[in-house]
Structure formats: structure tokens, C-alpha cells
T-cell receptor
């Protein structure tokens, strides 16, 4: 079956522009996560959606970052007024449930963002 | 102190060697534990869950020590294809299921 998909796969933008990244989770997965991974570094949690609950936005680094998810479907991560330090791979993951032992996260291939 | 800590390595071992990684976590309310594998420039993928009684999958053995708050991953008879970064993941039930990833341990298996 289809896995998690993300678009675009690569995005090059100029400093100060806004970008929108898209994630299509696996159908039926209630939990969705966004992470950022800078080159050679670990995963940095950004935001977590679980069903209809209020999202956990505790990892968003600044108010330039926002994300939305409608129901249990597509999510978009928006970065406004991009800065060079925003350059990274942005990974989306989904899981069947948000809690318990069966919440294996399935990752998309990521969007590689380069801010010039 | 980070919630989940791993020795970043790198671990450089010859083929056939046995190598072990540890991961410590700070929150005693942690409920579920996983090891993920991330190949260079690829997304992470689940390697194995870690159960209280310990579990084995072929050459891989995962163990949990709740008293000392660490999990381990043992790789026996390492192969060139085991070269990757291994990520420790901890879920806290009271945190609505949000996962916390360690920064990973890099393994390079050499001929």
C-alpha cells in the first residue's frame, strides 16, 4: 500500500520568502508528526497532531512556523519569511495511533529545503 | 539534560564483530521504546520495538532496564549493510503519545 508521501521533494527558496510543505499520511493513521533534521544532526520535533485533539506545537522554533491538519488527512507545514537557518530536511511521519506499543511511526521521504 | 541520550559514536567495527549501543532516558513515566535505523540521506525506519522482557530479531537483540532507565541494542555478526545511524525512541504515555528521538549512534562496519 501507499506510504507517507511528501511534496515537494526539494525546495530552493530565497531568504524572506514563504514556503509550504505538504504531507500525505497513510490512510487511517490518526497521528501525524513533523520533524526537522539539519545535516548531520538528529531529529528535532516540531509539531504533533493526534486525531481531533489540539496539536502539540511545543517544538515549533518560532512564530514563523505553523502547521495545519484537517481531520486525519493531509497536513501542511508553512514557514514564513524563511531564513538560512531554516535549511534542513523536513520529515513527516504518521502512526496508526498516538499511544501505546503499536504506534510505529512511518516516515515520508522528506522535503529538502534550501534557503539561499 | 536531554530526555533521550545516545552516544553519537561513530562506532567503527569490522565485519563479524558484535557491537552494542545504549540509550538512556530521563522520564521514568516512559512507556514504550523503539529502535529505528536511518541510512544516509534516507528517512528513519523502525528496526524493532523494545519489550520489557527483552526481544530478539535475528542478529539484533533489544533490552530494557527500567530501574536504570536505559535500553540497549546488540548487533551480532555485523554486516556491511548494518552501517547506518541507530535512533533510540521513547514514548511517554502521559505526553499524549508524542515520541522523543535520541540524536542517534552512527555505526560503520568495515570489511
Amino acid at each position: 500500500g501507499a506510504g507517507v508521501s511528501q511534496s515537494p521533494s526539494n525546495k530552493v527558496t530565497e531568504k524572506g520568502k514563504d514556503v509550504e510543505l505538504r504531507c500525505d499520511p497513510i490512510s487511517g493513521h490518526t497521528a501525524l508528526y513533523w520533524y526537522r533534521q539539519r545535516l548531520g544532526q538528529g531529529l528535532e520535533f516540531l509539531i504533533y497532531f493526534q486525531g481531533n485533539s489540539a496539536p502539540d506545537k511545543s517544538g515549533l522554533p518560532s512564530d514563523r512556523f505553523s502547521a495545519e491538519r484537517t481531520g486525519e488527512s493531509v497536513s501542511t507545514l508553512t514557514i514564513q519569511r524563511t531564513q538560512q537557518e531554516d535549511s534542513a530536511v523536513y520529515l513527516c511521519a504518521s502512526s496508526l495511533v498516538g499511544t501505546g506499543v503499536n504506534n510505529e511511526q512511518f516516515f515520508g521521504p522528506g522535503t529538502r529545503l534550501t534557503v539561499l | 539534560r536531554k530526555e533521550v541520550e545516545q552516544d553519537p559514536g561513530p562506532f567503527n567495527v569490522p565485519e563479524g564483530a558484535t557491537v552494542a549501543f545504549n540509550c538512556t532516558y530521563s522520564n521514568s513515566a516512559s512507556q514504550s521504546f523503539f529502535w529505528y535505523r536511518q541510512d544516509c540521506r534516507k528517512e528513519p525506519k523502525l528496526l524493532m520495538s523494545v519489550y520489557s522482557s527483552g526481544n530478539e530479531d535475528g542478529r539484533f537483540t533489544a533490552q530494557l532496564n527500567r530501574a536504570s532507565q536505559y535500553i540497549s541494542l546488540l548487533i551480532r555478526d555485523s554486516k556491511l549493510s548494518d552501517s547506518a545511524t541507530y535512533l533510540c525512541v521513547v514514548n511517554i504515555l502521559t505526553n499524549a503519545g508524542k515520541s522523543t528521538f535520541g540524536d542517534g549512534t552512527t555505526l560503520t562496519v568495515k570489511p
